[in-house]
């Protein structure tokens, strides 16, 4: 091919370009940029088949140099483009924003949401909802659960091209607490309120710390506690300082202060606190009462994790510990080492020391340590372990809020659930639809599928969902 014919070429394929560059306006870039992608990969094309055709050396020279230099120009042109997608989308995930109605807000979700489906710089946006069945993907249809906030992350998917980001949002759709006046509310749970105590205690014999003392009522009052001897037990309940051997027992009175709305009630305990004992009694007593609190099933025959030591009796004695093996189980039981698997199980002697002024005592725990399990004896340890949790007031048979359920076992073993009616139950423990009001309770059955290495196990919960 002669000089002059290779230049005509280059000539051409420059004027092929150049025209598709006016023909389109500074307002129509994006399909410049394409078109001139598409311009410049016909041109090193057809160059590579002349480039095939010719001889000689000077004129392939040429040839190959120009292919190289509109290779560069594809490159650039396609990049540019793509960093100005990029630029575009990450600007409008920076401004995106969720639009509330009336006076919700992201941790109070009563009404449908606005999601713009378009960014501020052109992006399309899509969205995605973690439940949809409480949240829509749209956000525009809500379902409200009976006595429990549900968490929902909304997934923004903001795309331009083939440029990409996301941006997730987390709501709290409210719970639709049963429709009844203030006065009910206040009055229900007024007539539901009670004091948990500790250990064997009563209302007429407080020797220790309140369990719980509830901030709210089953149907959503608000409750606050005021203790009248606060030298004896406070506010909260949890400091109880018994009067001294002697001195008799001491009357607390508790006041609960129930609220709903501008309704409000007070509710009255009289509580009991307890005298001290003589040293000797107390002693005796709290040796009496003494005991380990081992983690999961274990008992004092099979020990495989920590264990809790009171370090003060139910009635005031001062107790310490001593362990007879040490690299087995720390003198606090919060340190365990166990045999190897195969190996035969350790004893272990825990002594405590139990002392009151000048009376002192002693018990003694012989605990069997069991040496580390294998992949089966861990699924069932685990299995054996599996509980479920209710939100407070619920149980098995009386299901109304979310369900708490592990996804895994102290000793490792993996749980995964599902629910056998998980339109009204999910595989998760949410609770998504309760019957209507009159309709029957429904049943579900939760199985857990346990799995440790090779060995795996199930084990199934039947729950009892109610009515609206």
Not at 22 to 28: E, S
Request: positive net charge; contains cysteine.
């Amino acid at each position: 091919m002669k000089k002059w014919a290779v230049v005509m070429l280059v000539l051409s394929m420059f004027a092929f370009t150049s025209s598709i560059a006016l023909a389109h306006g500074n307002d129509h870039k994006d399909d410049w940029n394409k078109s001139k992608l598409q311009s410049c990969n016909e041109v090193v094309a057809s160059l590579n088949v002349t480039l095939a055709k010719v001889k000689n050396d000077w004129t392939r020279t040429v040839l190959k140099r120009m292919i190289a230099n509109f290779k560069a120009e594809c490159t650039q042109g396609s990049n540019t483009g793509n960093q100005n997608d990029t630029n575009i989308v990450n600007a409008d995930k920076s401004d995106l924003a969720l639009t509330f109605l009336g006076i919700d807000n992201a941790n109070s979700v009563t009404l449908p949401i606005i999601l713009p489906q378009t960014g501020k710089n052109g992006s399309s946006i899509s969205w995605v909802s973690s439940n949809p069945n409480v949240l829509s993907n749209d956000g525009l249809s809500i379902h409200r659960s009976t006595n429990v906030d549900i968490a929902v992350n909304l997934t923004a998917v903001i795309k331009r091209n083939s440029a990409s980001v996301s941006k997730t949002f987390r709501v709290v759709v409210k719970a639709n607490l049963p429709q009844m006046t203030d006065v009910e509310r206040v009055q229900k749970d007024s007539a539901a309120l009670k004091i948990t105590f500790g250990g064997s205690d009563t209302i007429n014999s407080v020797t220790q710390p309140l369990i719980e003392l509830p901030a709210k009522g089953v149907n959503g009052s608000t409750i606050k506690w005021t203790s009248m001897l606060q030298s004896v037990i406070s506010n909260d309940g949890k400091t109880v300082v018994r009067p001294n051997n002697g001195a008799g027992d001491a009357i607390a009175v508790f006041t609960a202060d129930i609220k709903s709305g501008n309704y409000s009630e007070t509710k009255i305990f009289v509580l009991t606190v307890k005298a001290g004992l003589p040293d000797a009694q107390r002693v005796a007593a709290d040796k009496a009462a003494l005991q380990i609190t081992f983690g999961g099933t274990d008992t004092i025959n099979r020990v495989t994790r920590p264990v809790v030591l009171p370090s003060v009796g139910v009635n005031g004695s001062k107790i310490t510990w001593t362990t007879s093996s040490p690299t087995i189980l720390s003198a606090d039981g919060k340190t365990i080492h166990r045999p190897a698997a195969g190996a035969s199980v350790s004893y272990v002697a825990m002594t405590a020391i139990i002392s009151s002024g000048s009376s002192t005592d002693v018990k003694v725990f012989v605990l069997t340590v069991k040496p580390q399990f294998t992949s089966a004896e861990k699924v069932a340890a685990d299995k054996a372990d599996l509980a479920i949790s209710y939100k407070d007031g619920d149980s098995a048979s009386n299901v109304t809020g979310a369900i708490t359920l592990p996804t895994s076992g102290y000793y490792g073993s993996k749980v995964v659930w599902y629910s056998s009616n998980p339109s009204l139950l999910s595989d998760n423990g949410t609770v998504l639809y309760r019957p209507a009001y009159g309709q029957s309770d429904i049943s579900v059955t939760l199985t857990a599928f346990i799995s440790n290495g090779d060995s795996g196990d199930i084990k199934t919960f039947t729950v009892k969902v109610n009515h609206l």
